[in-house]
C-alpha cells in the first residue's frame, strides 16, 4: 500500500461551522505534513509531524489545529475560517521521522470552500 | 539557504516534441532533488528523485533528469510530447539532516505544460 488518503475529497463550510480533515497511511512513515494550495501557486507548508510531535508550524493561523493521534492518522481541525482559507489542502508522509527525505507521498487533497 | 527557481512559468509544445523544463536551485549542502506532477486538482506525483547518486535520474512515463552541481541546474525532458502530459511541474529541493529544519520541501513556482495536438 503506497497511498495517503484523505476525506473528505470536497468540502464546503461557513464561517462559524467547525470540520476536520483526515489524512491517513499505512507505509510506516514517521513524518506526516499538511500543506496549503491555492490555484495556480506551489503547496505551502502548514505544518509537520514527526514522530506523532509536532516539529514544524509555519506561523499557521491558530483557526486551524492540527492532530496526530498515531503514526498512521493526521487530522486538521478547522474553525471560524475565512473565505481566504478556501483552497486545497494537501497531506503528505515520507519516511524518515528524523528529516531525512527519501521521497514524499501525497494525497489527492480535500478542495475545501469556505462560504 | 535553500531555493528553487522554475525559468518558465508556462511552456508549450507539439505532440511528439521533446520537452524541457528548467530548474535551478541554490542551497549550501548537497540536497535532494525531486520533480512532481500535478494534473488539474489532483495531489502531486513524484516523477523522480535525485538523491546523490548517479546524475542522470530516469522517471516515470519516460522523464529523465540532469544533475549538474556546476551549473546548480536539475532540468527535466523528456523526448517526445504525449497529450496525457499537459499538467503543472514542480521542481522541489531538501536539504540533507540536520539542515533540513525537520524535513522541509522548498517548492519551485511551477511550470505549466501544454501539449499541443
Known amino acids: 500500500d503506497t497511498e495517503v488518503t484523505q476525506t473528505p475529497k470536497h468540502l464546503v463550510m461557513g464561517m462559524t461551522n467547525k470540520k476536520s480533515l483526515k489524512c491517513e497511511q499505512h507505509m510506516g512513515h514517521r513524518a506526516m505534513y499538511w500543506y496549503k494550495q491555492k490555484a495556480k501557486k506551489p503547496p505551502e507548508l502548514m505544518f509537520v509531524?514527526?514522530?506523532?510531535?509536532?516539529?514544524i508550524n509555519e506561523s499557521v493561523p491558530s483557526r486551524f489545529s492540527p492532530e496526530c493521534p498515531n503514526s498512521s492518522l493526521l487530522n486538521l481541525h478547522l474553525h471560524a475560517l475565512q473565505p481566504e482559507d478556501s483552497a486545497l489542502y494537501l497531506c503528505?508522509?515520507?519516511?524518515?521521522?528524523?528529516?531525512?527525505?527519501?521521497?514524499?507521498?501525497f494525497g489527492q487533497g480535500t478542495r475545501l470552500t469556505v462560504v | 539557504a535553500q531555493s528553487v527557481t522554475q525559468l518558465d512559468s508556462h511552456v508549450s509544445v507539439s505532440e511528439g516534441t521533446p520537452v524541457l523544463l528548467r530548474c535551478n536551485y541554490s542551497s549550501s549542502y548537497s540536497p535532494s532533488l525531486f520533480w512532481y506532477v500535478q494534473h488539474p486538482n489532483k495531489g502531486l506525483q513524484l516523477l523522480l528523485k535525485?538523491?546523490?547518486?548517479?546524475?542522470l535520474v530516469k522517471g516515470i512515463n519516460g522523464f529523465e533528469a540532469e544533475f549538474k552541481k556546476s551549473e546548480t541546474s536539475f532540468h527535466l525532458t523528456k523526448p517526445s510530447a504525449h497529450m496525457s502530459d499537459a499538467a503543472e511541474y514542480f521542481c522541489v529541493v531538501s536539504d540533507p539532516p540536520p539542515y533540513n529544519q525537520g524535513g522541509k520541501l522548498i517548492f519551485g513556482q511551477g511550470t505549466e505544460l501544454s501539449v499541443k495536438p
Open positions: 503528505a508522509s515520507s519516511q524518515d521521522g528524523t528529516g531525512g527525505i527519501v521521497r514524499a507521498f
Open positions: 509531524y514527526s514522530y506523532e510531535k509536532l516539529s
Open positions: 535525485y538523491t546523490s547518486a548517479a546524475t
